[in-house]
């Protein structure tokens, strides 16, 4: 590829030089961190309403089989309580330390129940699942939660600026003996390429969220932090070193795994929109896309949290597994410099004066609605960047590398989320950027093959194991015979079967804010009641 135009390798057209029309509306700000008084969002940046509920039937496809062996991430050591007093959402900006020798019961007055409306599920599959689980954390083979998981409650606005609060990990005999054999799901004993590719409506766009490099205190319900696609011209051979997130001095401390994020955005969302999550399965778009490839994931374990709202809503939350972090943990610092190109061609790519600035650093979300099948999904996803009307995902890859083999993963991330073209720079060894190429997303696919033997990855395979497990998670958490419990279902590499566990409203996978919950329950039972007394008139 020529390094001096801007090429095309899906022969989708020259992008453009000129500037992009979007220009987002702005509107009022709502803080996200004060809690105790937040007032309801205006209607001039509230979101999109969400559509009417309709039930989460689970798949009677999808198999339940027993199992007592392998692990399940979780931990219930180190504790955070529930606090009624002063709670303060979860924020990347904002972690709170917990010492785990200490750990604080959850207060009675903190979980409120959802609605009562039950979760439908396959009768061949609705277990009733022991009310207790025992706690112990062995310090071999640990499988723990991220240290910077979200916060379910914190005592003040002050320990916002306190670290990250840490969990004691657990060990894999500990977490074999918290699972529920009963309640585990098997994995297929090898991936057809001919599964037909499955029912998926087109996403539908519900909510924005914008998040200004001053954190998620200062959200808002527009697209103002929406950036516009801006490379400069004389890109070609430009050091993607000079762009380092946090500087040449501090670019390794400002990275951050974009999961670690997304689920403080996805809380600040639900806090400002309040959203009618009736029958929906409501997750960030970087767990559909590991579902989606979970065929291509054969070193990271899975580890996912389910929290049943509404009655028939379900919250997921992917956590960091044992497996991922001792893969960071052995990366060297070139490993790391590479990874943090990315981020500084995404600067390079959408500076404010088409020179390469990136501004104050913020991000916009997209929160779309889709079908699965006879699920519901309503996922959150960073969107990089717009070219016009046109929605862009920004990738960087190297020029002499395999890159096609990452097309799966590019096209689950956007295709999920309805981005229509993905962005792509290629850069050399040295991280000088070398070409750039637009690339539709319908496309990727075709642009696979011959990279990728049908029986390493098929996109049909991949949504249906992504529906199936959705679906088996509906009928855990269907199981739960009482408000505040979250299940945690977990596979390993090398495993034949994803393993489910429970635990309580005080467990630290307990990430959704019990005060949260308790507003978006109030506000869907005021919107049902508004909605009845309508009928009567």
Known sequence: MSAHRLSNVASAGQVSDSTPKIVPKASASVSFLDLSSAPAPDASSAPVSAPSSVPVSASSSAPVSASSSAPVSASSSAPVS?????????????????????????????????????????????????????????????VSAPSSA???????????????????????????????????????????????????????????????????????????????????????????????PGGPADWESALQPPWQRDIDDLLAWLRL????????????????????????????????????????????????????????????????????????????????????????????????????????LMCLGEVDCCDGDELLELKLTSQHGAWRRRLPRWWAQSFLLGVPSIFAGFRDA???????????????????????????????????????FLSHAVRVCATADEAG?????????????VLVSRHGPASPFYFLPHWLLRDLSQHQLAEEERKRQGKKQ
Request: glycine residues 8%.
């Open 82 to 142: 529930a606090s009624s007093s002063a709670p303060v959402s979860a924020s990347s900006s904002a972690p709170v330390s917990a010492s785990s020798s200490a750990p604080v019961s959850a207060s009675s007055s903190a979980p409120v129940s959802a609605s009562s409306a039950p979760v439908s599920a396959s009768s061949s599959a609705t277990v009733s699942a022991p009310s207790s689980v025992p706690v112990s954390a062995p310090s071999s083979a640990p």
């Open 273 to 376: 929109a309040r959203p009618n999550l009736a029958g929906r399965i409501v997750c960030c778009r970087g767990l559909l896309t590991r579902l989606t490839c979970q065929q291509l994931e054969r070193q990271q374990d899975l580890c996912v949290a389910a929290i049943r709202v509404h009655g028939d809503g379900l919250l997921l939350c992917q956590f960091t597994g044992a497996e991922a972090q001792r893969l960071e943990a052995q990366r060297n610092r070139r490993d790391r410099l590479m990874a943090a190109w990315g981020p500084a061609f995404e600067a390079l790519a959408t500076g404010e004066s088409g020179g390469g600035r990136d501004g104050d650093g913020g991000r916009y979300c997209e929160i779309v609605e889709a079908r699965l099948g006879n699920l519901r």
């Open 430 to 468: 040295a991280g000088r950027l070398r070409d750039v190429a637009r690339l539709p997303v319908d496309r990727l696919l075709a642009m696979s093959r011959g990279h990728l033997r049908p029986d390493e990855w098929s996109a049909g395979a991949g949504l249906d194991w992504a529906h199936r």
């Open 150 to 244: 979200p916060v379910s409650a914190l005592s003040s606005a002050a320990d916002c600026q306190q670290q990250p609060r840490q969990h004691e990990p657990m060990s894999l005999e500990t977490a074999a003996r918290l699972s529920i054999p009963e309640l585990s799901l098997r994995l297929p004993d090898s991936w057809d390429p001919d599964v037909p590719f499955p029912e998926f409506t087109r996403p539908r766009r519900v909510g924005r969220l914008s998040v200004p490099g001053a954190g998620l205190a200062h959200a808002r319900l527009d697209a103002s932090q929406l950036k516009r696609l801006r490379l400069p011209r004389d890109w070609s051979g430009l050091n993607l070193s000079d762009w380092l």
């Open 485 to 497: 419990a979250v299940f945690v279902l977990y596979w390993k590499p090398g495993q034949d079967r």
